[in-house]
């Protein structure tokens, strides 16, 4: 059916449809920029009514769905049921009138007293980025946590070691690549590696997502990836030709390199974006479900919640999750 | 930590939250609208360079992920990819100007000349709407399809025997509900009650779907439960009492009603929603993962897909799925 059509003909096809795609997601950034501006207060109203509900996001993460729930070991389960007091997800690159991208977030875990840790806010920010490869997505920051003793960090001494290497980054200088070739490794990353080889094995910590730090691409080699895609896209959609990469580029990929080498949370990314556009957006529908399947009474809320109605709650849970339709899809139209 | 709050509080708490999640469904709403009237030109676009790439559609079909491929039966399959010419989502109630629910959808396939049906043109309509039970989401009607001989319908009779019973209940009168207790049933009814018991076993087929009704809400109902929903929350809002249920809808809900006893399709509106929001928005990325994982040459699209090149991309399929990450998940911010 398609006999005549030339092989140059299916090639550019191809590089319109890539190329279609950008403006598809582009539209999609400006939909999440009307989206984050149009639900503010809404999220504000949310926030306002969950002060009246101390027990609501361990309630919540119970019920959590299955990504975000698998990263979640039974020692995390622990302190997040019994301390977690808030959690909200800001658009930082837009607020205040800002212009960035929609799709960097910041996802903020508020604690109670507790045993593990001093801290009673830790703030994880992911950034959106392009890298001249060609990848886009989350990247982050390590960050610390103050374990009030050695035994009580959950993660082992992984997140320490993190922070650790990358506060050695930093100190290498602003434009400088961190290391990424296991030969050239310095001491803490060697053990970090070990570590990561050893502790990884039995199913890292919720709370070595704090560690995440993805590809890294810095703030300019984002903005330089960006405007040349724009712009080679623009010489396609005029007809006139891309310039070839140079070859630089090509050299810089050596086959020693290992960027996600020293990472203890590799699917960090993946995580944000389930807590951001799933836990924190369906947790009204999560709660809900809790309540109506469950059927747990106002007094079970009353009393917050200790170690005996813990265990009745997870007995409720796994009928509730039996018995309920999840919350509605994500739709993209 | 919560001991102090009352159970008029928690209360208060809940109904706040269940009406607020209805206010996050408004902007959803308005968030659609936008984005079909945003993706518009794109969606155009896109359809004009698939012209030129016949086997596109099926070769997204190939790689259509689960909650669509698992609709598909293997003798679909044969149909689909031989024939299947094109497939495009509107929504249809906001099109030219219309002020009506963006979530409605209409799916058309077009369809080569085949050995199985006359048509070339099959599409199936959704509305979403309202009950009074406060159920919300998509209601459809039976589209039939002429089949070339009893021999080559897929649904092995299942679809016009639905076609017939939904011509019945048209006759019946446009007010009145469809018969939905099992002991009031017609012929038919009882006909398709029974070939649903003996056809469903086996697995029905992608095309009886074309057959899925959903509950039966009429326009009328609909309008009139959003009307109400809509103004008890503001009651709620200003603090003053909601008026409470007839008792007359209560009656209603008799035990003997089966309102999709006789649904051939039950999960017709999850698979609608599949194809509108992943399967056809992320058409080009299925389609682009295939070309990059399975490495096809361009010479296999100039021929189309005879029976050889199918075997061929079959096994491709299965590498391109195992060594591929699946498009970017949907968001919600």
Redesign the interface.
Known sequence: ???N?S?E???V??E???D??K??EE??V???R???A??KP?YE??EK?LS????FWPLVLEQAPPDVDQYIQPSDSAVLLSSLKNLTVS?FEIENGGKGD??SIAIRLEF?ENDYFEDTVLEKKFWHRRAKSGWTGLVSEPVPIKWKKPSKDLTQGLLDLVVKVWEEDQKRGEGKAPITKPKDYTSAQKELKKKIETVGMGGVSFFGWFGFRGFPISEEESKVATAKDQENRRLRAEGKAVPEEDDEEDEDEDEDDDPYGLEIFPDGDELA??I???LW??A??Y??SA?EQGDMS??D????MDEDDEDEEEEEEAEANGGNEPPA?????
């Not at 009246?52 to 027990?55: A, F």
């Open positions: 059916m398609a006999a059509i092989e003909t299916l090639k096809s191809y319109q449809l890539t279609l795609e403006e598809f539209n999609e400006e939909i999440i009307h989206q984050v149009l639900n809404l109203k949310r009514i009246q509900l101390p027990g658009h929609p799709r109670n974006i389930a951001s556009e799933d957006s369906n009204i529908k709660f809900t309540q106002d007094i809320f009353e009393d917050g899809k994500k739709r993209k139209a």
